[in-house]
Structures are given as structure tokens and as C-alpha cells.
């Protein structure tokens, strides 16, 4: 038991690393497009959800979340981050959740499922959506007048742009999670038998 607890630990603390360096250095957690970054970071939130649990998840969400925030104060990449992710609700508040439902959703359906990586998909599936659906969300019902400005559009056009952001950003965004969580989730658990 307290090895396993030191295992996990150990782990949290690496993915917690990982993810802050990521919300700091372009290209490690995001792709800069110059009007909204396609985000790669949440698949390491998710990882530690799948590999940790919906605790751990969530707090390695909210580090993802402050160096959301940090990142905007200090050096912003595209014309909405001193605008929007400035904000806690819209910076740290998705990126615990994320943690959340990719946490307690693996947990549920790994009961379901035979082979634990399809279980790992959904989740990561989930909480990829998650994500993409709640930082737009907030951001429309937060900020529509700043968001028309910045993308010189009208306000009743916006919802348009935004589920543009969702097909060009969320999608892959998604497919990428899919991918790549349930292969680093699997190699890490196979790994560290303690965790399992």
C-alpha cells in the first residue's frame, strides 16, 4: 500500500512536470495558429486521470489551468489570450473538469469493457470534448462582444465561428487523445503494476 501510494505520487508529480513546461513552451502543449491554439496539452491531463484517477486527474488540470493563466499574463500567442484566459473560470475551470470526467468515466466503463484500452478511448474521447466544449462555451457566454471584435465578426455569426474552431481545433484535438492517451496510459500502468 505504501508503495503503491509512493508510486503514484512519484508519477503525479512527473505528469505535473510535464504538463507545466507543456502550458509554457509552444509546440510541447499547443500549436499556435494565431487566432486560438489547438491544444495537445490535455492529453497528458488525461493520462494522469486514466493512470491516477479522477483526483489526480483534476489536480494535474489545474496546474494545466495556472500555467493557462501564467502563459496569458506573460506571453500571449494569439489575440484572445489577455482577453479570455486571464479569466480562472475560463483558464482553470475546464481543465479540472477534464481531469474529472476522463477520471471517473474510465472508471466506469473499464468495468464494462474487456479490453481496457477501448474504456481509455471513450474516456479520452470525453475528455478531449469536454475541454473543446466548455473553454468555447465559456468563452461565448463570457466574452461575445470581446470575441466578435477580435474576430471581426458579428455577434450573432460567432456561434458559426466557433463550431468552425470546433471542427478545425476540437476534432483533432480529439482524434489525437484517442490516439495517443490510451498508449501512454497503457505503457505506464504495464510499467508500474502498483497503479493497477
Given amino acids: 500500500m ?27 502543449g499547443f500549436i499556435p495558429t494565431g487566432f486560438i491554439n489547438i491544444t495537445i496539452i490535455h492529453i497528458t491531463v488525461i493520462v494522469a486521470a486514466i493512470v491516477l484517477g479522477p483526483k ?43 481531469g474529472l470526467v ?14 481496457r484500452i477501448v474504456a481509455m478511448g471513450i474516456a479520452a474521447a470525453m475528455g478531449s470534448l469536454t475541454n473543446t466544449v466548455l473553454v468555447l462555451g465559456l468563452m461565448r457566454f463570457m466574452y461575445a462582444s470581446v470575441l466578435s471584435q477580435a474576430y471581426a465578426t458579428q455577434t450573432d455569426l460567432l456561434n458559426r465561428l466557433l463550431l468552425i474552431i470546433v471542427g478545425t481545433n476540437g476534432i483533432p484535438e480529439m482524434i489525437a487523445a484517442i490516439i495517443i492517451a490510451p498508449a501512454i496510459s497503457t505503457a505506464i500502468l504495464k510499467a508500474n503494476k502498483f497503479l493497477d
Avoid at 2 to 28: D, E, H, K, N, T
Avoid at 66 to 78: N, Y
Fill in 56 to 98: 489526480y486527474g483534476s489536480i494535474v488540470g489545474l496546474v494545466w489551468g495556472l500555467g493557462t493563466m501564467i502563459r496569458a499574463f506573460t506571453s500571449p500567442t494569439s489575440i484572445i489570450d489577455t482577453m479570455v484566459f486571464t479569466n480562472p473560470i475560463v483558464a482553470i475551470l475546464p481543465r479540472i473538469i477534464v
Fill in 102 to 115: 476522463a477520471g471517473y468515466l474510465y472508471l466506469v466503463l473499464k468495468k464494462h469493457f474487456k479490453k
Fill in 2 to 28: 505504501q508503495r503503491r501510494r509512493a508510486y503514484r505520487i512519484a508519477i503525479l508529480g512527473i505528469l505535473m512536470a510535464i504538463i507545466f513546461v507543456q502550458s509554457l513552451v509552444p509546440f510541447l
